[in-house]
Structure formats: structure tokens, C-alpha cells
């Protein structure tokens, strides 16, 4: 057995390497023996030394061990990790007390129905914590009425009183799933779903139609089947689920037998939250409570060999988890990285990080992306935004390099927020630069020297918290909802941008599908 590693293949939850035999899902099936296979028990996936010995050729790995720990202890958890426990991220950042969901609706009616459903939950979960046979419970009502918000204070008292919960957004289970059916996943089906089959409470979120398939159906039908307990015999596991539709659109979305199970034979516990909004009491200038603004955020920002994105290479990433009043958190992570190509003398000028500094104090690729698709996964595990300023450029050079190395990314991708997109949609036709430098100097008031990986990271974290609070725009979507308008803006800009210079003869300057993400 060899000591705790980090895994080759990118797992990401209490992943270790031991000697075992199997089936090298790295090598296409090839046959691994007793003793000279390494079992990856985060994924249950089986590396053959065939694959080690590629590895050690790329560089991923030096003498016979994985490359970013060299045999050290896995590291302490940053500060996202609550106590000694382990917990949910998506639970563990909300309050373990009923009262924090707020009855915010002034029409007395309103308020009377917010606090049934409140208090019929709360005794739900009571309920839960003694008889685990109990009926699942369905929140149904349109988006910014406290379905999600509601359903993780629900998680957390769960957890409070040690149940195993899990929270996962339904889109990113399906997404997560159907990653593990590309030609090139080393990832097995089942590694993705059992930790939420198994968990004694689940919540899943925001259920709606994702690819509209019959493959949809069966994965759900997989899941509510071991639930129910059909499987094994088991006595069934409750399952909170959150929607925007209606017992019909459930249904045609996750399938009938599906529905059957979660309906558990019109066992269901069924919530209507059928109130106003909260949002849509939201001021320019008062960030409303609990918005995720107000929460932690992940900043990413790299530092590269070149400015073209299709070509350029990362000599310095980082990754920075930024507290609520600013400040950097523990967990934090920044490197210099040595691309094993030249770095261009324009783009020394810039950050002024030096070939020499690269070849002396650089890390190796392949453990630094191993480090940050392990933390881009635990953000949209945790429901974090990840902050990237000019998303079209870092985003893609970091997927290329996964690619170059024959590594895959998170798999769950995590929600994305572009203050420079947000700038160009709430500001359009401010005149001046919109380097991060001089955004943060319009927005903050004050200068900074940009192009360091960190500073830039923080920095970047700083400006979009002000910009929530200046604009009642981006007060109003959820962090999901986000997702879809950055699409929308980004293609409305690129339009508008090549508008303007076919005026002056030349054609499709910005790339209108470019938005990567």
C-alpha cells in the first residue's frame, strides 16, 4: 500500500491510490494484475502500471508516485470546511435554526401561508431525525420564493442532528453523469451517483428540463429506485426536491416511474410556495440578505506565456477563496507554473514573471491543474461563484491545458461571474480602458498594480461586490439565473462590437459564440 496521494485520474472526494487489480479504465480495459494496479477509492477507478508509466513519461508523476504530493499528507481542508465533521458545502454555509428562513411578505394572507409551510417543515425534519422511512417533500413555486434557501436549512438541522445529507442541483447531477459516457472519462457512472443514492437525506434542487431525453428519465428512474429501496430491500431514504413545475411537468421531465417512487404512492409531503418574490422587493444600494454576493467567492485569475488565448500557456495560476468582508480565506492557492515553452518578451513586460523565475521556482503542469480542477469542483460542489475577470480568456487556456495534458476538468462545473462582462452590460457606453486596473479605479476609487495573480484575484472579488450594490440589476437572479444572462449579454456585445467595426471594413471582430461556458 502506499501512502495517501492525490489521484492521477482528478478524483476529488477522500480519494486514495492502493495496490489492487481490475480493469485499467485509463488503457481502454487492459487487464491489470494483483499487486501492480493502483485503486483509485475516490471514483473506484483502477489504474494498470502501463498507465503510471504514461504518467511518468508526461511528467505527471516521479518514480512511481503521483507528482503533486511526492508521498506528503493530503492538506488541511481550507476554512470552507465546517468543523471537523464533514458536511455538505451547500449546507454548511446556512444556519442550522428554522428561524433564519425570513417571512419577508407584508400581505398578511402571504405571511400566514409562509409561515405553515415554515413550521410544517420544521416538523417534517423532526420527523425525519426519528422515523427515516418518512414521506419525500416537494417545494413547488416560481423562482425567488425560498424553495432552495428553505430545503438547505432543512439539510443542515439534519446534519445538525447527524444524518448523512447531500445537495446537488439536478442539472449538475445530469451533466455529471453524462461527463462519465465521453470516450475519454476515466470516471464510472456509478462513482457520481452513489454518494447521493446513499446519502440519508437528499436535496435536490432547481429539478427542470435539462436534455429532454429518455436518458434524463433513466437516470432519475436509477436514482429514486435505490432511494425507494427497491434495490437492496432497504428501507427508503427521503428526498427533498425543489421545482418550478407543475406534478405534470415533473412528471415529463424525470420520467413516471420516477415520479411514482418520489410520489411514494401518494405519501408525498407536497409545499406550494405560492407568494411573491422576494426579489423583486430589491433596492439599488441594499444588497438583500442572504444574497450571494454577501457569500464566499472563489477568484481565479492566471498569468500566461502570450496573449492569444489559442496559444498561450499558464506560467502563474490563482486560486483565491475570498471571505464575505473581503479578505482572503485559508485555502488560498497560487503558483508559478513552468510551461516548457518560451515566454514571449511582451507578456514579460506585463507580469513581469521571467523565463528564469519559471524554470527555478515552477511547478509542473499537471499537479497544478490537478490542484485547480480539485478546487473548481469543491466550488460548484459548495455552490460558489467562481470569479474570473474576462472569463473568455482564462476559462478557455486553462480547458486547453487539460486537454494538452490528457487531464479532464471538474465534474460539475461551477457558476461562473465576469465582472468585465457585467461592466460592459450595466456601464455600456462609459468611454475609457476596461482593464481590470482601471474598472477597479471607476468602481473603488483607487490604484493597484495589476498583472499579479493574486492581487488581480482579490481585487477582481472587491469590484464585483461593489458592483452588486451599485446596480439593481444584478441584485435581482439568482446565482444560476446568471448563468443564462451572461450568455445573453455576452452575445448582445459581441453583436454590437462587430456592428461597429464593420462600419470601418472589417468583419466579425468579436466572436458572438465565444462565450465559453
Known amino acids: 500500500m502506499t501512502d495517501a496521494t492525490y489521484c492521477p485520474l482528478g478524483a476529488t472526494d477522500g480519494c486514495e491510490i492502493r495496490n489492487g487489480a481490475g480493469t485499467c479504465e485509463a488503457l481502454e480495459g487492459a487487464t491489470v494484475k494483483a499487486g501492480t494496479a493502483k485503486v483509485c477509492r475516490g471514483y473506484g477507478a483502477v489504474v494498470?502500471?502501463?498507465?503510471?508509466?504514461?504518467?511518468?513519461?508526461?511528467?505527471?508523476?516521479?518514480?512511481?508516485?503521483?507528482?503533486?504530493?511526492?508521498?506528503?499528507?493530503?492538506?488541511?481542508?481550507?476554512?470552507?470546511?465546517?468543523?471537523?465533521?464533514?458536511?455538505?458545502?451547500?449546507?454548511?454555509t446556512v444556519p442550522g435554526n428554522f428561524g433564519a428562513w425570513e417571512i419577508y411578505a407584508e400581505d398578511e394572507g402571504e405571511r400566514g401561508r409562509q409561515l405553515a409551510v415554515r413550521d410544517h417543515v420544521e416538523r417534517m425534519v423532526e420527523r425525519y431525525g426519528v422515523a427515516w422511512s418518512s414521506p419525500n417533500?416537494?417545494?413547488?413555486?416560481?423562482?425567488?420564493?425560498?424553495?432552495?434557501?428553505?430545503?438547505?436549512?432543512?439539510?443542515?438541522?439534519?446534519?445538525?442532528?447527524?444524518?448523512?445529507?447531500?445537495?446537488?442541483?439536478?442539472?449538475?447531477?445530469?451533466?455529471?453523469?453524462?461527463?462519465?459516457?465521453?470516450?475519454?472519462?476515466?470516471?464510472?457512472?456509478?462513482?457520481?451517483?452513489?454518494?447521493?443514492?446513499?446519502a440519508e437525506l437528499l436535496i435536490l434542487d432547481d429539478v427542470r428540463p435539462v436534455f429532454s431525453s429518455q436518458d434524463d428519465e433513466n437516470i432519475a428512474d436509477d436514482l429514486f429506485k435505490a432511494r425507494y429501496g427497491e434495490d437492496r430491500g432497504e428501507t427508503r431514504r427521503p428526498t427533498i426536491v425543489t421545482t418550478n413545475l407543475s406534478r405534470g411537468e415533473l412528471g415529463d421531465v424525470i420520467g413516471e416511474a420516477a415520479m411514482r417512487r418520489l410520489f411514494c404512492d401518494g405519501e408525498v409531503e407536497r409545499q406550494v410556495f405560492d407568494w411573491a418574490p422576494w426579489r423583486s422587493e430589491a433596492e439599488a444600494g441594499a444588497v438583500p440578505a442572504g444574497h450571494w454576493s454577501e457569500g464566499i467567492f472563489c477568484l481565479f485569475d492566471l498569468e500566461t506565456t502570450d496573449a492569444d488565448p489559442k496559444t498561450a500557456r499558464i506560467v502563474q495560476a490563482s486560486f483565491v477563496v475570498q471571505n464575505p468582508d473581503g479578505s482572503a480565506g485559508r485555502g488560498s492557492y497560487t503558483t508559478l507554473v513552468d510551461p516548457g515553452v518560451p515566454i514571449s518578451e511582451e507578456a514579460t513586460a506585463v507580469h513581469g514573471i521571467t523565463q528564469g523565475a519559471v524554470e527555478r521556482d515552477g511547478a509542473l503542469p499537471v499537479p497544478v491543474l490537478a490542484e485547480l480542477t480539485r478546487r473548481f469542483q469543491r466550488a460548484a460542489e459548495r455552490g460558489y461563484p467562481v470569479v474570473i475577470y474576462n472569463l473568455p480568456f482564462d476559462w478557455p487556456i486553462y480547458e486547453a491545458e487539460c486537454r494538452r495534458h490528457d487531464m479532464g476538468g471538474p465534474v460539475s462545473r461551477p457558476m461562473f461571474v465576469d465582472p468585465l462582462l457585467i461592466d460592459r452590460k450595466v456601464d455600456k457606453f462609459r468611454k475609457g480602458s476596461r482593464t481590470l486596473a482601471a474598472v477597479v479605479k471607476h468602481y473603488l476609487g483607487h490604484e493597484f498594480k495589476a498583472h499579479d495573480a493574486e492581487a488581480d484575484a482579490l481585487e477582481m472579488g472587491l469590484l464585483l461586490r461593489e458592483m452588486v450594490r451599485r446596480h439593481k440589476v444584478l441584485q435581482r437572479p439568482t446565482l444560476l439565473e446568471l448563468q443564462d444572462l451572461q450568455r445573453k449579454w455576452w452575445v448582445t456585445w459581441a453583436q454590437g462590437v462587430n456592428e461597429y467595426w464593420k462600419k470601418k471594413g472589417v468583419e466579425n471582430r468579436a466572436d458572438v459564440d465565444g462565450w465559453p461556458v
Open 137 to 198: 417533500l416537494v417545494f413547488q413555486g416560481p423562482v425567488g420564493t425560498g424553495k432552495t434557501f428553505l430545503a438547505r436549512v432543512a439539510g443542515r438541522v439534519a446534519s445538525d442532528a447527524g444524518r448523512r445529507v447531500r445537495f446537488v442541483v439536478f442539472r449538475d447531477l445530469l451533466l455529471g453523469v453524462k461527463a462519465t459516457r465521453d470516450s475519454g472519462s476515466k470516471v464510472a457512472e456509478e462513482a457520481i451517483l452513489r454518494p447521493f443514492k446513499e
Open 48 to 92: 494498470c502500471a502501463r498507465a503510471f508509466e504514461r504518467w511518468e513519461a508526461e511528467g505527471s508523476l516521479e518514480a512511481g508516485a503521483v507528482r503533486a504530493l511526492d508521498h506528503s499528507p493530503r492538506p488541511t481542508p481550507p476554512a470552507m470546511d465546517p468543523g471537523e465533521r464533514w458536511m455538505d458545502p451547500a449546507i454548511a
